[in-house]
């Protein structure tokens, strides 16, 4: 590796860890964020998909708001997944 490489890479490094340590400006604390795969033909139909996400969102914002954590969150997702076999 060249000597200007070596100091390119350097200056890569050191913008890479300020950019992490500087402040957001908002607080992350708390956050949760989340991913679904929704690849079931049962959920080709665009409205079947828009209903199943609003009832997730709406499950997890009801546990959430009772003060529920993270247990109650995943007997919410098994719930659904479950009532999802019926239709």
């Given at each position: ?9 350097l200056a ?19 956050v949760m ?40 969150l995943h ?13």
């Amino acid at each position: 590796m060249g000597g200007c490489a070596r100091v390119a890479s350097l200056a890569l490094t050191r913008s890479a860890i300020t950019l992490h340590d500087l402040e957001r400006g908002v607080t992350i604390d708390g956050v949760m964020t989340a991913q679904l795969a929704l690849n079931d033909p049962r959920y080709d139909d665009p409205h079947q998909m828009v209903r199943t996400t609003t009832a997730i969102v709406e499950r997890w914002t009801d546990r959430l708001d009772k003060g529920r954590g993270a247990g109650e969150l995943h007997a919410a997702l098994r719930d659904l997944s479950r009532d999802a076999g019926r239709d």
